[in-house]
């Protein structure tokens, strides 16, 4: 089993509506969650990070985690053409480095 | 403020060769990874500094791989005698908590 697991897509939205990204992880000790974005050529680019239990919003992004169940998801709301990207989910597993998930590519359709 | 920088860009090499990638974190920053990003791959961790710690070398893929980094700030990553499945984009990431912010890579390329 993976540590950090994400269904690589890709995962297709109609524009304006709600993208849903789901990641699972292995480490129970797990403490800090990260989602990144990366286009195609580029490096991640950090866009939400959750410590506790429940949803954490900013601005078209929340990031949900229950970490009685292991996963931590990101919902992008008012999906924009501009949202298409692979969005990898990071973990902390024990080591102080990130550990991270393959990552899901989302297209967001005009 | 300045972001991570790195250098070079990119890198094509030989095979044989040892080359040296550099990266510059954000100023403050006291941990400093090294990832790797093979294509169409997943991140995989090298190593990682923490002020004057000793560093977590237990990603580097073998003895050919090196880092270190100088005066708490500018680290360089050497791989000595290339070999072609080095070919990846190096990332770098500094962090002063928990949140990394990456540098833009280093694309290296063994012919």
């Known amino acids: 089993q993976k540590e950090v697991e994400q269904n690589s897509g890709p995962l297709s939205v109609p524009e304006g509506a709600i993208a849903s990204l789901n990641c699972t992880y292995s480490?129970?000790?797990?403490?800090?969650f990260f989602w990144y974005r990366q286009y195609s050529g580029k490096s991640p680019e950090l866009i939400m990070f959750?410590?506790?239990?429940g949803d954490k919003e900013d601005g078209r992004f929340t990031a949900q985690l229950n970490k009685a169940s292991q996963y931590v998801s990101l919902l992008i709301r008012d999906s924009q053409p501009s949202d298409s990207a692979t969005y990898l989910c990071?973990?902390?597993?024990?080591?102080?480095?990130?550990?991270f998930g393959s990552g899901t590519r989302l297209q967001v359709q005009p | 403020g300045a972001g991570v920088s790195q250098s070079p860009s990119n890198k094509v090499t030989e095979k044989g060769k040892d080359v040296e990638l550099r990266c510059d974190p954000i100023?403050?920053?006291?941990?400093l990874y090294w990832y790797r990003q093979s294509l169409g791959q997943g991140l995989e961790f090298l190593i990682y500094?923490?002020?004057?710690?000793?560093?977590?070398k237990s990603g580097l893929p073998s003895d050919r791989f090196s880092a270190e980094r100088t005066g708490g700030s500018v680290s360089t990553l050497t791989i000595q005698r290339t070999q072609q499945e080095d070919s990846a984009v190096y990332l770098c990431?500094?962090?002063?908590?928990?949140?990394?912010?990456f540098g833009p890579g280093t694309r290296l390329t063994v012919l």
């Open positions: 959750i410590y506790s239990n």
């Open positions: 100023s403050g920053h006291t941990a």
């Open positions: 500094f923490q002020g004057n710690s000793a560093p977590d």
């Open positions: 480490d129970r000790g797990s403490q800090s």
């Open positions: 990071a973990v902390y597993t024990g080591r102080r480095a990130l550990t």
């Open positions: 990431a500094s962090s002063f908590m928990d949140e990394q912010f």
